[in-house]
């Protein structure tokens, strides 16, 4: 099972943390998707359970930060200078079996209830 929170409300400029607890079992990759009204859910970034390497997708490079906390099965994602462009349905998503670089949705099996956020300009 996974859990979200932290989202909400913010101005164009500021900042969110999400955060997401992992619990029933552990995980190899976990990382973030989100949806748009309208449009198909997209890849945010993941993070490698081995050695914590991330990888993000091109729009939110330099903005948003992933991070892990493997002793407590959570996995953070820190959004700085958001855009209302970023305004979307964020997803937690985790692999029980992938361990390798890619940010298809496809080989992330477990997934949370998401959590809006929402960027006014």
């Known amino acids: 099972q996974l859990v979200e929170s932290g989202g909400g409300l913010v101005q164009a400029g500021g900042s969110l943390r999400l955060s997401c607890a992992a619990s029933?079992?552990?995980?190899?990759?976990m990382g973030w998707f989100r949806q748009a009204p309208g449009k198909e859910r997209d890849s945010v970034g993941i993070i490698r359970k081995s050695d914590g390497i991330t990888v993000y997708t091109d729009s939110v490079k330099g903005r948003f930060t992933i991070s892990r906390d493997n002793a407590k099965n959570t996995v953070y994602l820190q959004m700085n200078s958001l855009k209302p462009e970023d305004t979307a349905v964020y997803y937690c998503?985790?692999?029980?079996?992938?361990?390798?670089?890619?940010?298809?949705?496809?080989?992330?099996?477990?997934w949370g209830q998401g959590t809006q956020v929402t960027v006014s300009s």
């Open positions: 998503a985790a692999s029980s079996w992938y361990a390798g670089s890619s940010k298809e949705a496809g080989r992330y099996d477990y």
């Open positions: 029933g079992r552990t995980f190899s990759n």
